[in-house]
């Protein structure tokens, strides 16, 4: 009978060792679960092309000159957008950063320039990059850019000055077609 529970009584010493020594190793097992799981996650996400850029949210705008809070990288990588994309393939004009962040949330890339002076020979070899894909993909300016080259995507940024193909093509595959409208969503 001592190893039976008795209505009213407390368990018997051993039995309650043994219950709070599996809710112990329940707990380390959860922690470390835990532990390993945001590795993974962190491994993975640095892992992939560019730099992670936390996310704004997808909020829509009625129109570019509509306030909002400001974007958390430049160019854009996410945030209030206008409710319309904008045609893929090569631009001659800058987007304006609302227009680009909706293009971003349907699962685009854009490969943007910014020279002090003409380069042509970049634009070239970007426009060649670019013309790879019918969707998903744009090439414009962006004057005033800290760097040559940008690339982004969705919570998603790679920033250099030198032409380089095997980059610009490693991110664009990595990123383009995914969308990332919130599940249930119309768009």
Not at 15 to 39: D, H, S
Not at 45 to 72: E, F, I, M, T
Not at 89 to 110: F, K, S
């Amino acid at each position: 009978m001592a190893s039976s529970r008795v209505r009213g009584r407390a368990a018997p010493p051993a039995r309650k060792l043994r219950r709070r020594t599996r809710r112990a190793l329940t707990r380390a097992l959860a922690v470390a679960g835990a532990i390993v799981l945001a590795l993974a996650i962190h491994l993975w996400v640095s892992s992939r092309p560019g730099r992670w850029v936390p996310s704004l949210g997808n909020d829509h705008l009625q129109s570019a000159d509509q306030k909002h809070a400001p974007y958390n990288s430049d160019p854009p990588t996410s945030g209030p957008a206008l409710t319309y994309i904008a045609p893929w393939g090569i631009h001659a004009q800058r987007i304006v950063p609302e227009l680009q962040v909706h293009n971003l949330e349907y699962g685009g890339v854009l490969v943007q320039y910014s020279c002090p002076e003409d380069c042509p020979d970049l634009v070239t070899r970007l426009r060649a990059v670019v013309l790879r894909y019918d969707r998903f993909v744009i090439l414009a300016p962006y004057p005033g850019m800290r760097s040559k080259v940008a690339l982004t995507a969705w919570t998603r940024i790679d920033t250099f000055d030198e032409f380089d193909e095997r980059r610009i093509v490693r991110f664009i595959e990595a990123y383009r077609g995914i969308d990332h409208h919130p599940q249930g969503s119309l768009f």
